[in-house]
């Protein structure tokens, strides 16, 4: 996926989990933040932030916050880009060789999960989650307590306790990641959930990004550790 008029720079404060303030070549700029989680390892006062022009032109901010320079490391910080990138992959065939259309926000249960993928063996189900915390060259997910996140994992299990492909994604938005792992210490329900689920049929796997500052896309496997 590319951004548009895309600019750089430096990440002032974060009055709420929606809005940022980032001193730009023009003057300090009030932007919409594009990622609900904590991320306070990200969105340190000084670091380098980049910012992507809306579309809008009705829209109180002008610019979406959607990636920041942690140390060397350029990591995307979008939360709706790893649903994007990941239905501009599976319908290239990188999931999966023979997917034959690829439907979104697919009802199952009590849940809507984010894909649902036709196969000429059936139906694969898929929930993505983003990932933007690393430690260590290792990331982990989530960096907050995520109850819907655990719902999804049921519901994930239920499907293929019920005969259906089942799995979980992880969209590592950053490259060169050595593995990723839960986030027990943050979520230990996450944990768990994930490695009852993996242990009856839920498949878990991982992808970390090519990230520049006006694009992202999937790049290799990563490893997954439960």
């Known amino acids: 996926m590319h951004y548009n008029a895309v600019i750089s720079g430096r990440f002032l404060d974060r009055p709420n989990r929606f809005i940022a303030h980032v001193e730009t070549a023009a003057g300090v700029e009030t932007v919409h933040v594009k990622n609900t989680g904590r991320c306070r390892e990200l969105l340190v006062p000084g670091a380098t932030v980049y910012l992507a022009r809306g579309t809008n032109p009705a829209r109180k901010t002008a610019y979406d916050l959607i990636a920041v320079e942690k140390g060397a490391r350029l990591i995307n910080m979008d ?22 259309a ?12 984010d894909f649902c993928l036709e196969t000429p063996k059936g139906l694969h189900l898929v929930e993505v989650k983003g990932v933007t915390l690393e430690e260590g060259g ?8 995520t109850e819907r996140g655990v719902k999804h994992i049921r519901e994930l299990q239920r499907a293929a306790s019920a005969g259906l492909d089942a799995t979980l994604f992880f969209v590592v938005q950053m490259e060169d990641i050595r593995s990723v792992a839960p986030n ?6 996450f944990g768990a959930a994930l490695r009852e689920a993996a242990a009856n049929g839920v498949n878990v796997r991982a992808c970390d990004c090519a990230v520049t500052p006006e694009s992202l896309v999937i790049r ?7």
Do not use: C, K
């Open 220 to 226: 290799q496997s990563v490893p997954v550790i439960l």
């Open 79 to 100: 939360a709706q880009a790893p649903n994007q990138v990941f239905a501009e992959w599976a319908a290239s065939g990188g999931f999966l060789p023979d997917v034959t």
């Open 184 to 189: 027990d210490g943050t979520h230990p329900a």
């Open 138 to 145: 290792a990331a982990r997910f989530p960096d907050a307590p």
């Open 102 to 113: 690829v439907r979104r926000e697919y009802v199952y249960g009590d849940s809507r999960l």
